[in-house]
């Protein structure tokens, strides 16, 4: 018998090779009982690492029901109302201090359709629990912010649709209603806006619709924050069930079967499988947050690699997709940050709407530290029709800072902010307020970071061209 001697060395495996997870030893292209071993340790984590961060979306918006059910909104009637404004309480992606919040959940397996019956002068959005887009409510919506009622069926649903409404099916049994009042008329009219004239509640129910339920939430403890290790897989596996059998697709279906999580069956690791989905958890959490704090996707700088400045949405693309193809780690970073999905987030109209700057990082590139002093300058006529402000976050959560200041923000709606001459505005950060500068100061804390969003009420061209555009974060001292 002739030996075969020709066959090309690279479709061969030759006895023995490094690799970065350690020594592959083989005997005759079939792997040793060790290799078997470290290859599926290797093969189980790395799914484990690709769940938590393909699944950041869909548990971001399991942790906000929960965090929404823990101060007792846990139901369609039930919702929560920040009617002092939302202060570093609260421990929820970049909220803002400028906004009146009100927000609940739908159970669409419990209730079936439901009707929101919203008020005029609202914006706000319907995003389901794969945290994707499902329509805008209030003035970017279908009511054009005269208000109206709108109808959510249920995955599937396949009954009478009455006339009369905004029909918005759903994907999945949990939808979340996010919705902000204005507050040009006073604190108090939005609210009362809302209390009054927001209604939710089970078609079936119309007749004899359940009581309104408001509960205020402002200076209250709420964690909306995913959490950044095992538990991630726990919390995960409990959504699973709660939600239609393909709601992710069968992809996601399958990398989440690989490491045990499917619906219908117990999440039970073994102690090797525990410790694996252990180290995965730590491995995407400081993934999250590399991509987060120190991007490297283009679509998210504002202006350019040389600045820290960058927006949440890359590209100002709420599908998160490049080229035909989904953008992985633009979506990581964005659902990693921040919350609210809607087209209107990215689409930038002069004088209508927000837009948002990000700076995680000072004029050098490095991350800010909170026992020494900066300094952001923000020129003159900064270019808003309504208003402009600027937030401290805490690195951390991805929340407001929490300091001695119950609203860690600064802006042209601030009392006291101090313009210089030529009408521009210095802002200061530091422990303590630099000497003439209190009115113009947000505290930081020695020992943590920090970083800011700038939001941009009623943007005109000037902004939306780079024509103006703030300063870097500048360290002083």
């Known amino acids: 018998m002739k030996m075969t001697t020709d066959i090309p060395a690279s479709i061969t495996a030759p006895n023995t090779v490094e690799t970065s997870i350690g020594t592959l030893d083989y005997f005759d292209g079939v792997p040793t009982d060790e290799t078997v071993a470290t290859v599926y340790d290797y093969l189980d984590r790395s799914r484990a690492v690709n769940v938590f961060l393909n699944s950041i979306p869909a548990l971001s918006m399991y942790m906000l029901r929960e965090g929404q059910a823990s101060i007792g909104a846990d139901a369609s009637h039930k919702i929560a109302i920040w009617d002092t404004l939302m202060d570093s309480t609260t421990l929820l992606l970049t909220g803002n201090t400028s906004t009146m919040y009100a927000v609940g959940f739908l159970d669409l397996e419990k209730d079936g359709p439901t009707v929101i019956d919203l008020p005029p002068r609202m914006l706000g959005v319907l995003d ?13 919506g279908p009511d054009k912010g005269k208000g ?12 009478e649709v009455p006339k009369g409404y905004f029909v918005v099916p759903s994907k999945t049994h949990g939808v979340w209603v996010f919705t902000r009042g204005y507050i040009d008329k006073g604190i108090k009219a939005a609210s009362d ?6 209604k939710v509640y089970p078609l079936a129910k119309a007749a004899n619709p359940p009581k309104m339920e ?72 400081a993934t999250a947050r590399s991509i987060s704090y120190f991007p490297r996707e283009p679509g998210n700088f504002i202006y350019g690699k040389d600045s820290a400045w960058v927006m949440a949405y890359a590209n100002k693309d709420t599908a998160f997709e490049k080229n035909g193809a989904y953008n992985l780690d633009a979506r990581t970073l964005f659902h990693f940050g921040y919350i609210v999905v809607s087209p209107a987030m990215a689409v930038t109209v002069p004088g209508k709407g927000s837009d948002y700057g990000l700076a995680m990082l000072d004029s050098k590139g490095r991350p800010l530290d909170g026992s020494k002093t900066y300094k952001l300058h923000i020129p003159p006529d900064p270019p808003v029709k309504d208003f402009w402000a600027v937030t401290m976050y805490d690195t951390q959560t991805r929340s407001q800072l929490q300091t001695y200041q119950q609203f860690p923000t600064l802006g042209s709606q601030t009392e006291g902010l101090k313009a210089n001459p030529d009408g521009s505005h210095d802002i200061y950060f530091a422990p303590k307020p630099p000497e003439g500068q209190e009115g113009n100061w947000l505290q930081t804390i020695p020992g943590k970071s920090w970083w800011i969003g700038l939001r941009m009420y009623g943007p005109l061209q000037p902004w939306i061209d780079q024509s103006w555009r703030p300063g870097e974060i500048e360290l002083v001292e």
Not at 149 to 158: A, H, N, R, S, T
Not at 193 to 198: A, C, E, K, T
Request: net charge neutral; hydrophobic share 40%.
């Open 193 to 198: 806006n809302i209390r009054n004239n927001l």
């Open 128 to 140: 389901d629990m794969a945290f994707r887009y499902m329509t805008d409510l209030g003035v970017a």
């Open 214 to 285: 408001f509960i205020n939430v402002s200076g209250k403890k709420m964690n909306t924050v995913l959490p950044n290790d095992y538990t991630f897989f726990q919390k995960l596996h409990v959504l699973i069930q709660q939600e239609p059998d393909d709601y992710l697709g069968p992809e996601a279906k399958g990398m989440m079967a690989a490491i045990g999580i499917e619906k219908g069956k117990p999440f039970e690791p073994d102690a090797r499988m525990k410790k694996i989905l252990t180290d995965a958890a730590a491995i995407a959490n």
């Open 148 to 159: 109206g009622k709108f109808l959510v069926l249920p995955p599937g649903y396949e009954g």
